[in-house]
């Protein structure tokens, strides 16, 4: 094997990897966000009492859980226009990892909210609180504690997962390393460093959620 290892393309392109990471990072923060809206929203939904809507929560989350990322984004980025809706690659990315999180996200938050006795709710209407109060106040943060290791671990894996988005030419790390790959063939340095940046980026975020873990769900909170 004469294959002699060359990081100068790695290493000239080090500035455009290191911007490519703060891409990666917004892809994930802005997917986690909608993620959370969806995942709050849909499970609030998912026990209403008008029928349709209860079925369209369980399907949106039958169908997202049961296809590949990679399709999702497609049909986001290349059927919407179709239909008159144009998104540039970094909206439709967000957008993208915003309803595939959030399908998992429901499913995760569901579970903490049945964890929470009928007891608790009911004491919480007795003292006259609204519907919303009791879900924010006695249902969702306590189901949020004790779900939060399972939220988190799925939001680190949305973070691996905005490497997908470079199919569609969003900015973020696998895109620029393509590149780089692309004018250098040198496919061993360049994927081997990007993987210890996706190394790096995932710590960061564990240690990033273990710190708010810490802060608002450790006991007795502060």
């Known amino acids: 094997m004469n294959y002699k290892l060359d990081f100068t393309p790695v290493l000239d392109g080090l ?22 809206i969806i995942g709050i929203g849909g499970v609030m939904l998912r026990d209403s009492k008008i029928a349709p809507i209860r079925w369209f929560i369980k399907s949106f989350v039958e169908v997202i859980r049961n296809t590949p990322f990679l399709v999702q984004i497609y049909f986001i980025y290349f059927a919407l226009p179709l239909a008159g ?17 959030g399908a998992y996200a429901i499913e995760i938050i569901r579970g903490g909210v049945q964890s929470i006795s009928r007891g608790q709710i009911e004491a919480g209407l007795a003292l006259g609180l609204h519907k919303t109060q009791v879900f924010r106040l006695i249902v969702l943060k306590p189901a949020l504690r004790a ?28 895109s620029v390393a393509q590149q780089i790959e692309t004018s250098s063939f040198r496919s061993f340095e360049v994927y081997g460093v990007v993987t210890v940046f996706y190394l790096v ?17 450790s006991y007795p909170v502060k």
């Open 147 to 174: 779900i939060f290791p399972s939220l988190t671990s799925q939001f680190v894996l949305l973070t691996l997962t905005t490497s997908i988005a470079s199919a569609i030419s969003a900015y973020e790390l696998t």
């Open 201 to 217: 980026i995932s710590w960061l975020m564990m240690r990033a959620f273990g710190m708010i873990s810490t802060r608002y769900f």
């Open 15 to 36: 500035p455009s990897l290191l911007t490519a990471c703060l891409g990666t990072f917004a892809l994930a923060i802005g997917g986690m966000i909608l993620a959370i």
């Open 85 to 101: 809706l144009r998104l540039d690659p970094t909206p439709t990315a967000i957008i993208a990892l915003g309803i595939n999180g």
